[in-house]
């Protein structure tokens, strides 16, 4: 249960009738695109259940499309070499916007999910929600313009922003850390500024996302964001659970310890997940310093010198920043135990300050408490993408829309 490397996900399996072909389609390509090494058509056949017949003609229209691009020749015993597949990285491009409460990033990224641009900006706390969304607008253009990326191969726009979100409505609303954004339509505005289609997903939503194209999800699993607030990704069946609204995963209110004294938040949470106004609470009445933190830029930086006390030697700043830590690795193991997972992995904002802590209290946690731990082996590690998961995430959603089999797409019309 410690930090170990996943192994790759299995690919998809097609069908040959013929009224499911554009979904045979997304099969092949993410089996493309799942062996960035190159891969034949014949161990696209063997591993997706498609007859060489139909893998070849998915194949020469991925190629006529500029998706994907034959790279050598491969010797597999005898008769003539095998033709190698990759995906083509200039075949399309996505766009992505992480909306944080302390600062916003900005990626593009090519088909093969490789970042080829990025930057960020601190987000405008006492702006009103439109001119936040003009400020969006203008960075992804100059992003875009900078890049040298053609903007006709931009695929689409992906919007990871906290939670709670109105899915169908393509709106914000009312997050926490959020207090002007009250029923925000995200999605419909940025989509007339920019042109493109846009998708909007909870930023632990679109970690997840991101965590599952860059292959660092093998099997069921839970992806804990760890920001200003906290949230579960769930990958269940190799697809991102979202729930009916968009909202699954909301971790953060679970019950992880007995009642505390009521926190800057208001609502005596101290007994619940993880918050950063009670850690930086916990700290302060600890003695370790004064903050006066009042929005998430100062909270973060005040949750930045707690962590570097506690790995500076202070003993009390470990206790204050274990103490969060055990209630999150509490309630993870209650998520692990209630869907039988696998895999945890952790991200998000914080991650990189609170990382060491967690990966040495949670797997003990487990170890001790899980369930599905005593049965089987529960991995727990850091997020494969990086500190930009949520940003890289919401451009993999406008890719993931495009080009990755979810069961959706093979119900039949009538």
């Known amino acids: ?16 009738l013929p009224r499911v072909g554009d979904y045979n389609q997304v099969v092949v390509m993410e089996a493309i695109r799942r062996h960035g090494a190159g891969v034949s058509r014949v161990e696209i056949s063997a591993a997706t259940g498609l007859s060489p017949q139909t893998v070849s003609n998915i194949s020469r229209r991925l190629i006529e499309h500029g998706l994907v691009v034959e790279a050598g020749k491969q010797v597999a015993g005898p008769g003539k070499p095998r033709t190698l597949l990759r995906p083509a990285p200039g075949g399309r491009y996505a766009v992505g916007v992480h909306i944080d409460p302390a600062i916003m990033t900005f990626v593009v990224l090519d088909l093969t999910g490789t970042v080829v641009a990025r930057s960020d900006r601190p987000f405008p706390v006492d702006a009103e929600p ?16 900078a890049s ?46 920019t042109g493109w289609p846009v998708h909007l997903d909870k930023d632990v939503v679109a970690a997840a996302v991101a965590e599952s194209w860059a292959g660092g999800v093998s099997g069921p699993c839970v992806f804990v964001y760890i920001g200003v607030g906290v949230g579960a990704g769930l990958v269940l069946g190799g697809e991102v659970v979202r729930g009916s609204s968009g ?27 993880f918050s950063v106004p009670c850690l930086v609470g916990a700290a302060e009445a600890a003695g370790l310093g004064r903050w006066a933190a009042s929005d998430a830029p100062s909270f973060d930086r005040a949750v930045t010198d707690v962590c570097r006390l506690a790995a500076e030697g202070s003993a009390e700043a470990l206790r204050v920043v274990d103490r969060a830590v055990e209630r999150v690795g509490a309630s993870v193991c209650g998520i692990v135990d209630l869907l039988d997972l696998e895999q945890v992995v952790f991200g998000g904002p914080l991650w990189g300050r609170l990382g060491p802590r967690l990966l040495h209290v949670v797997p003990r946690v487990l170890e001790r408490y899980s369930v599905a731990a005593s049965v089987h082996p529960v991995a727990v590690g850091g997020s494969r993408v990086g500190v930009d998961v949520a940003a890289v995430g919401a451009a993999c959603l406008v890719l993931d829309a495009a080009f990755s089999p979810r069961s959706a797409t093979l119900l039949l019309r009538a």
């Open 1 to 16: 249960m410690t930090e170990e490397a996943f192994p790759e996900p299995a690919t998809r399996r097609g069908s040959n």
């Open 130 to 145: 439109e001119r936040v969304l003009a400020e969006v607008t203008a960075e992804v253009d100059g992003l875009v313009d």
């Open 148 to 193: 040298g990326v053609p903007r006709d191969r931009v695929a689409g726009l992906g919007v990871a922003a906290p939670g709670p979100v109105d899915g169908a409505a393509g709106a914000v609303v009312d997050p926490p850390n959020l207090p002007r954004w009250r029923r925000v339509g995200v999605r419909d505005a940025l989509a007339r500024a």
């Open 247 to 273: 909202n699954a995963g909301e971790m953060g209110r679970l019950r992880a310890g007995a009642a505390g004294p009521p926190c800057t938040c208001g609502t005596g949470c101290d007994d619940f997940v």
